[in-house]
């Protein structure tokens, strides 16, 4: 008797370990399920030809500073110019953000692969893997932030961009055929 109590008391802390198992597993999934979707996100509002554009506004601000010889700065352009080179540091900004958060979503998605196997395999202190999950989803909502605030730079910058090259590009073509006429 005492044998089958001892049994059916083992077996039914087996079965809650396997119930808490279960949920650790869909956490992880749903997850890494995330991280994929942010992923494909970011490379779908990747920044296109960002060495093509930072060519492009270089050339520009070049042409404008050999070939610009007026005594008077008008305010508006000079105002344009800035916003333009703003243009030129914040490219580099947002390149960079996007490299640092397309590798912080493969090294999250390997913690959390990770994190699978030990929960399968019951590797680790168990007891702390609600804890390893909570930790790895504020993470996640870290990386979240950061492409949010990516996205937002980047629509500015397409603004700026959009707004600001054709009309200095075509002043500054202008500028080296006057300077080429003389």
Request: glycine share 2%; hydrophobic share 35%.
């Amino acid at each position: 008797m005492r044998f089958l109590i001892l049994l059916f008391i083992i077996s039914f802390f087996w079965s809650c370990s396997d119930i808490e198992k279960d949920r650790h597993l869909k956490k992880i999934k749903g997850l890494t399920n995330l991280v994929s979707k942010l992923k494909k996100e970011l490379t779908q509002n990747k920044i296109s030809d960002i060495s093509e554009k930072n060519i492009a506004v270089y050339t520009v601000i070049n042409r404008i500073k050999t070939y610009y010889y007026i005594d008077t700065i008008d305010i508006q352009f000079a105002k344009k110019m800035d916003a333009y080179k703003e243009i030129r540091k914040s490219l580099k900004y947002l390149g960079g953000n996007y490299e640092k958060i397309r590798t912080s979503l493969d090294e999250e998605k390997i913690c959390l692969t990770r994190l699978k196997s030990d929960v399968i395999n019951g590797f680790g202190q168990r007891e702390k893997y609600a804890d390893n999950i909570r930790f790895e989803k504020n993470k996640i909502q870290q990386i979240i932030s950061l492409i949010n605030n990516y996205n937002s730079d980047k629509a500015k910058f397409t603004l700026a961009f959009d707004s600001l090259h054709p009309i200095l590009n075509d002043y500054s073509m202008r500028l080296e055929e006057k300077f080429k006429d003389k």
